[in-house]
C-alpha cells in the first residue's frame, strides 16, 4: 500500500488510499451529541437519562467515581446506542443508587466493586506477569478480562489460569488471543529513526511555546532523533520518553522552533480532520486509529487501565480497543469523530486482515507527563 509523506511545515499523518476515504467520508461532517441538562426532567419529577457525548460521558464517569467511593462504584461504560452512560453500582447502596440517577447516568446493579477489581489486578499483576498476558477491567461484563497470546502455554498457561482461579467466581475470565502481543515497531516508511519506523500521533505545543509531537514511547526508545525520509536529515529531537512502566510515550520537539504544526490528522483524499480537544476514552466509545502502515480503521473501546506484559517489559494504565493496528503504526492517533484526541498506538496481538486487540497510551497522561497541550 502506498503512502504519501507529508512535509515538516504540515506534519500530520498519511493516509492511506481508497480505505481512508471511505472512513472519511463516515467520519465528516462531524455528528455532535445533544447535550440534555443534568436530570432533563423538570421540578422535582422523575429524573431521566441524559443523551451525552462520548467525552461528556467518560467526564462524568470521572467526576461520579470519586463521588461514589470504591465500595459502591464498580465501574461505568458508554451505551453509544442510547447516547447514555451507565454506572455500576456495587451492592444495595440507595444512596449511591440516588446520586447516579440524579447525575442523569442509567444505574446499574452488580457484584464487584471498583475496590474488589482493583485488588484483583494486584493480585494478577503479582501472580501472572508473564510475557503475553494483558488484563483490564471491563464495566459491561463488571469483571477483569484476561488475554492470553500464542505464546502463553505450559507452565506460563498454568501459572495465569490458577491465579485467576484464585480471584473467585466472577471476578475474572480468561480470552486467547491467536497472536503474540508486541509494540507496533518496525523499519519502514512514516517518521524515522534508527533504522525504525513509527508514527506521528498528535502535534502539541510545550510549556516553553515550542512545537512538537507526542508518538509511543517504545519509539524513543529506539533513537533520539526522527526525520521524514529513510537516512534523511533529523528534523524532530526526543525530549522525554517512557516506556515500559507507566505508559508508552514520548514528546518530540521539532529542531526549527518556526515548524507549522497544525493540530489535525491526515484522513486521506486531501481531507484533515481538525483536532480541537483531549479527552479520557469511555468503554463503549466509537474511535478511530490512523497509521503509517494501515491508514484509518475504526473500533471500539473495550477496556480502560489496561496492563499489557509485552516481552520488553509491563506497560500499565493503557486503552483497550477492537481496533487493528500493525507493525508502524506506534505512535500513531486515536480519536473521534468530532476531532477529540484520544490515545497514541502502543501494541497488540493482530493485525488489519483477522483482527486482534490493540492497546493505546491516554493522550492525557501523556499531555499531563510531558507540560504540553493538543494545538
Same mark, same amino acid.
Given at each position: ?138 464495566? /459491561?461484563?463488571?469483571? #477483569? =478480562?484476561?488475554? $492470553? +497470546?500464542?505464546? &502463553?502455554?505450559? %507452565? ?6 490458577? !491465579? ?106 486531501? /481531507?484533515?480532520?481538525? #483536532? =480541537?480537544?483531549? $479527552? +479520557?476514552?469511555? &468503554?463503549?466509545? %466509537? ?6 502502515? !494501515? ?81
Amino acid at each position: 500500500m502506498s503512502h504519501r509523506r507529508i512535509p515538516k511545515r504540515t506534519a500530520v499523518l498519511a493516509g492511506a488510499g481508497a480505505v481512508a476515504v471511505a472512513v472519511a467520508a463516515v467520519l465528516l461532517p462531524h455528528a455532535n451529541a445533544s447535550q440534555a441538562g443534568p436530570g432533563s426532567g423538570s421540578g422535582d419529577g422523575p429524573v431521566t437519562p441524559r443523551k451525552l457525548s462520548a467525552a461528556s460521558a467518560a467526564e462524568l464517569a470521572r467526576q461520579l467515581g470519586p463521588r461514589l467511593g470504591e465500595s459502591a462504584y464498580g465501574g461505568a461504560y458508554y451505551d453509544a446506542e442510547k447516547q447514555r452512560l451507565v454506572v455500576n453500582v456495587a451492592g444495595d447502596d440507595s444512596k449511591a443508587k440516588d446520586q447516579v440517577t440524579r447525575s442523569g447516568a442509567v444505574v446499574r446493579s452488580v457484584r464487584n466493586s471498583s475496590a474488589a477489581l482493583r485488588s484483583a489486578t494486584a493480585t494478577l499483576s503479582r501472580g501472572a506477569s508473564v510475557p503475553g498476558t494483558a488484563w483490564a477491567v471491563d464495566p /459491561r461484563t463488571n469483571q #477483569i =478480562l484476561v488475554t $492470553a +497470546d500464542r505464546t &502463553v502455554t505450559g %507452565e506460563r498457561w498454568n501459572t495465569l489460569e490458577s !491465579t485467576v482461579g484464585s480471584l473467585g467466581e466472577g471476578v475474572a475470565r480468561i480470552q486467547k488471543s491467536a497472536g503474540e502481543f508486541k509494540p507496533f515497531l518496525e523499519g519502514g516508511d512514516a517518521i524515522f529513526g534508527g533504522g525504525s519506523r513509527c508514527s506521528l500521533g498528535f502535534n502539541v505545543t510545550t510549556q516553553d511555546g515550542r512545537p512538537g509531537f507526542l508518538t509511543a514511547g517504545h519509539c524513543a526508545v529506539a533513537t533520539d532523533q526522527w526525520s521524514e525520509t529513510p537516512d534523511g536529515a533529523p528534523v524532530g529531537t526526543v525530549q522525554t520518553g517512557v516506556f515500559p512502566g507507566d505508559g508508552d510515550f514520548a514528546l518530540v520537539t521539532y529542531d526549527d522552533p518556526g515548524t507549522d504544526a497544525p493540530s489535525a490528522v491526515d484522513l486521506g483524499g486531501g /481531507r484533515d480532520l481538525p #483536532i =480541537l480537544r483531549a $479527552a +479520557d476514552a469511555a &468503554v463503549g466509545q %466509537e474511535v478511530f486509529r490512523m497509521g503509517s502502515t !494501515t491508514g484509518l480503521h475504526g473500533g471500539q473501546v473495550v477496556g480502560l487501565n489496561a496492563t499489557v506484559n509485552y516481552p520488553e517489559g509491563t506497560v500499565t494504565g493503557l486503552i483497550q480497543t477492537t481496533v487493528c493496528a500493525e507493525p508502524g503504526d506506534s505512535g500513531g492517533a486515536l480519536f473521534t469523530r468530532d476531532g477529540t484526541a484520544v490515545g497514541l498506538t502502543s501494541g497488540g496481538s493482530g493485525d488489519c486482515t483477522s483482527g486482534g486487540e490493540t492497546f493505546f497510551q491516554p493522550v492525557t497522561t501523556a499531555l499531563d507527563a510531558v507540560g504540553a497541550e493538543i494545538g
